[in-house]
């Protein structure tokens, strides 16, 4: 459980009037939110909105043409300067891909945040690695394999116990369920959810899965035409009247979720 | 500049002390940036020699899994020394990682990575080079019936593939290779010209530039360029179109990755190299004859002049002839080792250096054979 910390009431990331441009094209023309601690937040919208952009952003990957990232209160951009480590410490990101490092075994790749950051002893970084490869669900033996020889499900849990490892007090997760099997995406969920429940954890998550979102979001700020076209829960956003809004929710799929999530 | 709020890294450290008869007393935050000084303290703590023991967790402000996994592991170990120990005031929400931590203790240990023996590492060798010879064989018969139809058949040759491969690997070599075969030529005519002159015989140094570098060290510094500009390319190329399943989606379009990739590189470098090669015998002669009239007083016609009787058109041919040959080695082990890339990124760094450090090995051994079988004809 994180502290109450004396800036509480300072939201954990703050996006005010972003603009991002990528040569002729403009990603996003005017973005603001503000995410609270120990919620799962959750940013959606079509295809090529700048869902991951604006996480690259918060991230400090990633400067906005103008604009202000805040996280922690730190301008985002300025992270990579390097003299804020302690900042770094207190996050982590789940990348699409899993962005395992290709040479360093699933158990080297989970402990490395350990290694770098901390001066654990060998044994203790043993098995706080031990305990989150277990509790992301995987197979003790899997510890020793490369990541690839390790199966795209697999690959993305790996990928959460790394980021996960050093009990951040946010996470990142970009599109955490894309391209798993049901059974396992719901699991992700269970996953994130228990995480929160037990360490009070902040999630920020990109995603398209409708179920994810009603089953885990708290708030879900729906990004489209380089803007936020709304702010809220599943509940409020469904009734929304924004057209773009009401064709992303109440697609077949969307209503398909809804009427298993939503009545509920 | 911004204002920040304390950030929870500056938190109070963990302590721990014996508290008493039988008590252990456990303070502060147990997270994981103080854990490192909270084993050194734990190392330190003088344990009572009571079979019981009580650990106050009362004063435990915060704790995340890394702090429990540290708590775990010091119950367990009192428990292994055959104390009772009970953890006592424990805040609920601390308790419920410590519950985790514990619940999944069973279930994890990862697997202790043993050494295989001496005889279970030799055959490992012995499999893997096997195997890797009966591919590499393998390749070489698939990539040379490939190449035999294509000639036979010439409308299933790539020709845009074919002409970008002789710019980026002809074209584009050119003022690297041309300033280094110069520069060679510079070299070998300087250090002759030293022992020349002690026997009054300066005229000979057109012997020892021309047949030199027509015949051994043109094509020779052509290949070892060329491996290692292009044939790392060639690995790096297909091992990450392998990597990224590029590969794989040739190969379901009904298209074969040899005729693809393959033939276009060799014919280009095949077609490049003994051009390269003629490129570089200019460049490097024209060096020689710069240090010659430079230091040994053999103007540019003597030196045309003795060029026409001392070299004769052989070592030329036979320079010249051996470039093809090098040219299909460098591309062909390129290639191989691009097909070879199983994994990741690393092994995209790994066989790319070993396709250069094999190819020019491989240029070389072939060279050396040729002078064998070259003496013996008596050429």
């Given at each position: 459980m994180t502290p109450t910390l004396?800036?509480?009431?300072?939201?954990?990331i703050e996006v005010s009037h972003v603009f991002t441009r990528f040569g002729e094209t403009v990603v996003h023309k005017d973005v603001s939110l503000t995410v609270r601690r120990g919620e799962v937040f959750a940013i959606a919208g079509g295809n090529g909105c700048g869902k991951s952009t604006l996480m690259r952003e918060i991230v400090g990957l990633q400067e906005p043409t103008s604009g202000v990232v805040r996280l922690f209160g730190i301008?985002?951009?300025?992270?990579?300067?390097?003299?804020h480590h302690e900042v770094h410490r207190r996050f982590g990101v789940m990348f699409q891909q899993g962005?395992?490092?290709?040479?360093?075994?699933l158990a080297e790749n989970v402990a490395a945040p350990l290694k770098e950051h901390t001066r654990l002893s060998p044994d203790v970084i043993r098995d706080i690695v031990a305990l989150k490869i277990a509790s992301v669900g995987?197979?003790?033996?899997?510890?020793?394999?490369y990541p690839n020889e390790l199966s795209g499900g697999m690959r993305r849990r790996a990928a959460l116990a790394r980021a996960i490892v050093m009990d951040p007090e946010l996470l990142f997760l970009d599109?955490?369920?894309?391209?798993?099997?049901p059974m396992i995406a719901a699991g992700f969920d269970e996953l994130v959810l228990q995480l929160k429940a037990l360490l009070g954890l902040t999630v920020v998550m990109v995603t398209h899965d409708l179920d994810s979102l009603w089953r885990i979001a708290d708030r879900v700020a729906v990004l489209g035409d380089g803007t936020v076209l709304g702010i809220g829960t599943m509940r409020e956003l469904s009734r929304s009247d924004d057209p773009l809004i009401r064709e992303y929710f109440h697609g077949p799929r969307g209503r398909a979720a809804e009427g298993q999530h939503g009545s509920t | 500049m911004a204002v920040t709020s304390?950030?929870?890294?500056?938190?109070p450290e963990a302590k721990v002390g014996i508290g008493g008869a039988g008590v252990l007393r456990c303070e502060g935050s147990w997270t994981i940036p103080n854990l490192s000084a909270l084993s050194r303290a734990l190392a330190g703590v003088q344990w009572p020699r009571t079979p019981k023991l009580a650990c106050?967790?009362?004063?435990?402000t915060a704790m995340d899994t890394g702090g429990a996994v540290v708590l775990h592991r010091l119950v367990m170990q009192l428990r292994r020394e055959g104390r009772q120990v009970t953890i006592e005031g424990l805040r609920p929400e601390f308790a419920e990682i410590l519950r985790m931590v514990s619940s999944n203790w069973n279930r994890i240990g990862l697997p202790a990575t043993t050494r295989p023996g001496w005889a279970e590492q030799v055959d490992q060798a012995v499999s893997k080079w096997t195997k890797q010879a009966v591919s590499a064989l393998g390749f070489i018969g698939e990539s040379t019936v490939g190449i035999w139809r294509s000639l036979n058949?010439?409308?299933?040759?790539r020709w845009r593939a074919l002409l970008r491969g002789l710019e980026l690997d002809g074209f584009n070599a050119l003022p690297i290779t041309g300033l280094l075969s110069f520069l060679i030529g510079v070299v070998i005519a300087y250090q002759g010209a030293e022992q020349l002159r002690k026997f009054g015989t300066n005229i000979f140094v057109v012997d020892l530039v021309g047949i030199s570098l027509l015949r051994e060290i043109s094509p020779l510094i052509v290949a070892i360029l060329i491996a290692g500009r292009s044939g790392s390319a060639y690995a790096a190329e297909i091992g990450t179109m392998k990597v990224t399943e590029e590969l794989d989606a040739v190969q379901t379009l009904g298209l074969s990755p040899v005729q693809l990739l393959v033939l276009p590189r060799v014919l280009a470098l095949v077609i490049a190299l003994p051009l390269l090669t003629v490129y570089a015998d200019g460049l490097g002669v024209f060096g020689g004859m710069l240090i010659a009239s430079n230091?040994?007083?053999?103007s540019f016609t003597e030196f045309v002049d003795r060029f026409e009787e001392a070299v004769a058109l052989r070592h030329f041919l036979i320079g010249i002839g051996k470039a093809p040959f090098f040219a299909f080695i460098i591309a062909l082990v390129g290639c191989y080792q691009g097909f070879q890339i199983r994994g990741g990124v690393d092994d995209v760094g790994r066989h790319t250096t070993t396709s250069v450090v094999q190819s020019i090995f491989l240029v070389i051994v072939f060279d050396a054979w040729c002078s064998i079988v070259l003496s013996w004809w008596e050429l």
């Open positions: 004396a800036g509480v009431e300072t939201p954990i301008e985002s951009w300025q992270l990579r300067e390097g003299r962005a395992l490092f290709s040479s360093l075994t995987l197979p003790a033996d899997s510890a020793a394999k599109e955490p369920t894309a391209g798993l099997d | 304390k950030p929870s890294w500056t938190r106050d967790a009362t004063q435990i058949a010439p409308s299933g040759i230091q040994l007083n053999v």
